[in-house]
Nanobody
Framework: QVQLVESGGGLVQAGVSLRLSCAVS????????MAWFRQGPGKEREFVTA????????YTSDFVKGRFTISRDNAKNTVYLQMNSLKPEDTAIYYC??????????????????????WGQGTQVTVSS
């Protein structure tokens, strides 16, 4: 069965960096676009960033642009989220998601959770001030 397993979250102070990983199995990783979403306390799940099958194309939300970077290693079936200069407002559960569309086309689709069909269980990131 399809499994997405996130890791790398934790409790950190503002200003530091974390790298999240998402190990994927049970699907053809290189045929899937991947994304990270997050859900803060009392908030709806929101789009953070996405990457095409090859890694050549990415799209990142304005609120983390310049601080967060998505990447992938198709040989390891893993997608990463490098988070720098973390802020307390970045506190959330971070989820990786897979979409059976390898390219980033149509931001309406790849920025919305309902268009992803496989999800991880999430990893908690807590940033203290």
């Amino acid at each position: 069965q399809v499994q997405l397993v996130e890791s790398g979250g934790g409790l950190v102070q503002a200003g530091v960096s974390l790298r999240l990983s998402c190990a994927v199995s049970g699907l053809t990783f290189s045929r899937h676009g991947m994304a990270w979403f997050r859900q803060g306390p009392g908030k709806e799940r929101e789009f953070v960033t996405a990457i095409s099958w090859s890694g050549a194309n990415t799209y990142t939300s304005d609120f983390v642009k310049g601080r967060f970077t998505i990447s992938r290693d198709n040989a390891k079936n893993t997608v990463y989220l490098q988070m720098n200069s973390l802020k307390p407002e970045d506190t959330a559960i971070y989820y990786c998601a897979a979409r059976p569309t390898p390219y980033l086309s149509g931001s309406y689709y790849y920025t919305r959770p309902q268009f992803y069909d496989s999800w991880g269980q999430g990893t908690q990131v807590t940033v203290s001030s």
